[in-house]
């Protein structure tokens, strides 16, 4: 089952701090919008500077990546790294 989140109020710094956590992660995000498929994870992605939104649309974690993480605790991880910079969730 495939996750969506849409977060607000994320500044340009807070898109890069969280693009070079999760490129730690084995995660590359190519600009600011476009498909991650790597390690089992696959999601896309659109980030807008001028409304500070950031949408992952379609995230699923499968093999290897599920061995270590799933959707919810991804996302988890996300929305910590996102917060910490001022940004939040939108419900």
């Known amino acids: 089952m495939s996750k969506q989140v849409h977060f607000t109020s994320v500044s340009p710094e807070a898109f890069n701090h969280l693009k070079d956590k999760l490129k730690q992660l084995g995660l590359t995000l190519q600009g600011n919008e476009g498909n991650i498929s790597e ?31 799933n959707e919810n605790s991804l996302v988890q991880r996300m929305t910590q790294m996102v917060e910490e910079y001022g940004g939040r969730t939108v419900s």
């Open 39 to 69: 390690k089992g994870i696959n999601a896309k992605y659109n980030y807008n500077s001028d409304s500070q939104s950031l949408q992952i649309n379609d995230l699923s974690v499968g093999f290897p990546a599920s061995m270590m993480v």
